[in-house]
C-alpha cells in the first residue's frame, strides 16, 4: 500500500461580500461617530453677517471656537435657540442648526426683548 501524508495548509479568512460589508460599515460608523463627537462649525447667515459688518462687531477666531463649543454644548442639553452674550456682543443662534441668525452690539441689546430662544450662554 501507498502510504498518504497530509499536510495541513493553515486556513486564512477569506472575506466574504457579508464580510467585507461588515468591515466597511464598522469604518462608516467610526467615522460618523468621530463626527458627531466633534463640535459641528457655526455657519453665519447672510443677514447675521450684514449686521455684523454694519454695526463693526469684531470677533476673533478663538471666541468664534468658543461660541461655537459652547452652542454645541447646548444643543446636547437639548437647546434650540440661544441667545449668546459676548463682551460686545449680543447673537441669536441657531443650535439645531448650528447657525447664528442675527448680531448686535451689546449697547443695542441693552434695553431688548428676546423672544423665541430656550437658553442663553454668557460668555466673558
Do not use: C, Y
Not at 453665519?44 to 459652547?70: C, M
Not at 442639553?77 to 449668546?84: D, F, Q, T, Y
Amino acid at each position: 500500500m501507498n502510504k498518504i501524508t497530509a499536510h495541513r495548509i493553515p486556513s486564512q479568512p477569506i472575506l466574504g461580500q457579508g464580510q467585507i460589508l461588515a468591515q466597511q460599515q464598522r469604518q462608516s460608523f467610526l467615522e460618523h461617530l468621530q463626527q458627531a463627537t466633534q463640535p459641528e462649525k457655526l455657519k453665519i447667515s447672510k443677514h447675521a453677517n450684514d449686521r455684523l459688518q454694519e454695526r463693526g462687531i469684531q470677533i476673533t477666531d478663538a471666541e468664534w471656537a468658543r461660541i461655537s463649543e459652547k452652542v454645541d454644548e447646548a444643543k446636547r442639553k437639548g437647546i434650540r435657540e440661544s441667545l449668546v452674550l459676548t463682551e460686545q456682543a449680543a447673537l441669536i443662534v441657531s443650535a439645531k442648526n448650528s447657525t447664528v441668525i442675527t448680531a448686535m452690539n451689546r449697547m443695542e441689546a441693552k434695553d431688548q426683548l428676546f423672544t423665541n430662544i430656550d437658553g442663553t450662554i454668557l460668555l466673558s
